[in-house]
């Protein structure tokens, strides 16, 4: 089961790879591309519902943000970078950190600000979509939405383009990317899993297990940046994981849990299938150790062609450009 779990995680992070444009087919993918964030406007300066076209560079961007990178900002957009990694809140955090639920989503104050350095933050909700890859690859099927904030080593990553919600055979998976460098095709993302087996049981005997509204563990996790280098040749470098003191709930029947806690909105989820809603808040511990990347199954650097892994090549480093 863990492998398939591995293997899972890999085929969603190519699919990521197989949407980035670089800039050998920027060319060829224009013109079904047009309309679309970060792409070339349609010829009467107009992009789809919910993006504005910005005249100065004709790509299509969300509204009211056409003006953001004008004032000198270096960093992409969503990523910022930090000295001593402790920029790590959310743009909305107030307060004092307190438990007390928001009157207007339901989650609580609390997961408005990381208890960790190296971290996930996550609050959304969307509706259970069946992940298919082999009959169906397309990762825009999720109606999901909510807010990514991941900080490695004193750079924080948000304003995510994709979140997604999906369910695969027993696991629910959340994922979120976002685009780094649209000339060199460099995409961050993340990938987030549960067993739904778990959920049922905390859904089913939360009070005798000691939950008051909060699990004390966290969803699996592995952050990476990737690139389609060519046609022939996609890879990853796995930045993070979740961190694993060791310890685990009760709750969870397995041992690759991350650190960490989530507020869990499930007491809809009869089975936790496709069409049913699902919603959440995490807050995720990582790791950026090699040796704890490694020995949850992750090499630094996977790569991989058309038909699956491959070798990575001796100057991968440099391929990548990361």
């Given at each position: ?22 800039s ?13 964030l ?12 919910g993006?504005v ?21 270096t ?12 920029d ?31 971290h ?27 807010n ?12 995510f ?101 989530m507020?869990?909105f499930i ?45 990575c090549?001796?100057?991968?480093a440099?391929?990548a450009?990361?």
């Open positions: 089961m863990k492998k398939g779990l591995f293997l899972l995680i890999a085929v969603f992070f190519i699919a990521f790879g197989c949407t980035v444009e670089t050998e087919n920027n060319e060829k993918d224009n013109n079904s591309e047009q309309g679309t970060y792409h070339e406007c349609y010829p009467n300066e107009t992009c789809n519902k993006l076209c910005e005249q100065e560079t004709n790509v299509c961007v969300r509204e009211g943000t056409s003006d953001d990178n004008k004032d000198g900002d960093a992409p957009d969503g990523e910022e970078n930090g000295t001593d990694g402790t790590t809140a959310s743009e909305n955090e107030e307060g004092d950190n307190s438990d007390t639920a928001s009157e207007s989503d339901g989650f609580k104050e609390s997961y408005n600000k990381s208890k960790y350095e190296n996930i933050l996550f609050k959304g909700e969307g509706t259970l979509t069946n992940l298919d890859f082999e009959n169906d690859p397309d990762l825009n099927k999720s109606d999901a939405t909510g990514f904030e991941i900080a490695i080593d004193g750079t924080t990553y948000k304003d383009d994709k979140i997604m919600i999906y369910t695969y055979d027993t696991i629910i998976l959340i994922g979120g990317s976002k685009i780094l460098d649209k000339e060199k095709g460099i995409y961050f993302a993340t990938s987030l899993y549960l067993m739904t087996s778990d959920l049922e049981t905390i859904r089913d005997f939360a009070d005798d297990l000691g939950f008051n509204g909060e699990i004390d563990f966290a969803p699996s996790a592995v952050v990476n940046k990737s690139r389609a280098i060519d046609e022939d040749l996609s890879c990853n470098k796995n930045l993070a994981v979740g961190m694993r003191s060791g310890n685990k709930s009760e709750a969870a029947s397995a041992n690759w849990y991350s650190d960490g806690r507020q869990l007491d809809k989820n009869s089975t936790f299938a496709a069409g049913e809603t699902f919603k959440i808040a995490l807050d995720v511990s990582l790791s950026t150790d090699i040796t704890d990347i490694n020995n949850q199954g992750f090499a630094e650097y996977a790569c991989y062609n058309g038909e699956g892994e491959i070798d090549p001796e100057d991968i440099t391929l450009g990361f």
